[in-house]
């Protein structure tokens, strides 16, 4: 199973640019990459997903390197809304797919 | 487009007792998963039901136990509470994929059922 791993937290500053990194060393050939945010006491909301190269959606980009073992989720112009946990997943779906313990943003005023 | 809709929102049992939470899958999905998270943690994979029958489990001992119904609708229930089992639960829907190599379902979450037991 696909293991990541992710800074326990970063902060930031409103109307800057975030990277999230997240490593995924044993990647597997049929896995895929995904991105949720989740909010105090609400479930994850899907964010983006990407198999290689780059996806860009209207929310955030996902740039992952041709080996694959990492991917970066970039956040534009952050706002304080933007303050939660991130989560980088690598599976195929169901038990193979787990959940970290995420990326702490606080964005700052 | 209706979500993801969970019940109840807030559930306070004491040891011993069992519990039983209901999950409405978002329109069009025909998959329910449920997942458990602690305070400060990730949502850890309990179970995925598909056709009415479970599909997938993590490791989670038999006192949770799972059940969905011909609209989809999925209920988990927990027996023999022990102060552990207090969390957030999660269910999330997805639509069933081809199984090929170029399909991942994605999960819409539910807002989640906050147990606590005491």
């Known amino acids: 199973l696909a293991k990541t791993t992710q800074p326990i937290s970063m902060d930031s500053y409103e109307g800057q640019e975030v990277n999230i990194t997240c490593s995924h060393n044993?990647?597997?050939?049929?896995?895929?990459i995904t991105w949720y945010q989740q909010f105090p006491s609400q479930g994850p909301r899907f964010i983006i997903q990407?198999?290689?190269t780059k996806v860009t959606n209207e929310v955030a980009s996902l740039f992952i390197p041709a080996d694959r073992k990492s991917s970066t989720l970039s956040l534009p112009r952050v706002s304080l809304s933007d303050t939660a946990v991130y989560y980088c997943?690598?599976?195929?779906?169901?038990?193979?797919?787990?959940f970290g313990a995420g990326t702490r943003l606080f964005v700052k005023a | 487009d209706a979500g993801v809709t969970q019940s109840p929102t807030h559930l306070i049992k004491t040891r011993g007792q069992q519990v039983t939470l209901r999950c409405s899958p978002k329109s069009g999905h025909d998959t329910v998963s449920w997942y458990q998270q602690a305070l400060g943690q990730g949502p850890q994979f309990i179970f995925q039901y598909y056709e009415e029958e479970e599909r997938q489990r993590g490791n989670f001992p038999d006192r949770f136990s799972g059940h969905q119904f011909p609209n989809y609708s999925s209920e988990l229930n927990v027996n023999a509470l022990l102060l552990g089992d207090s969390a957030l639960y999660l269910c999330?829907?997805?639509?069933?994929?081809?199984?090929?190599?170029?399909?991942?379902?994605?999960?819409?979450f539910g807002p989640g059922t906050r147990l606590l037991v005491l």
């Open positions: 997943l690598v599976g195929t779906g169901g038990f193979k797919t787990i």
């Open positions: 999330a829907s997805s639509l069933e994929g081809t199984g090929g190599f170029e399909v991942w379902e994605t999960q819409y």
């Open positions: 990407g198999y290689k």
């Open positions: 044993n990647i597997a050939t049929n896995d895929y």
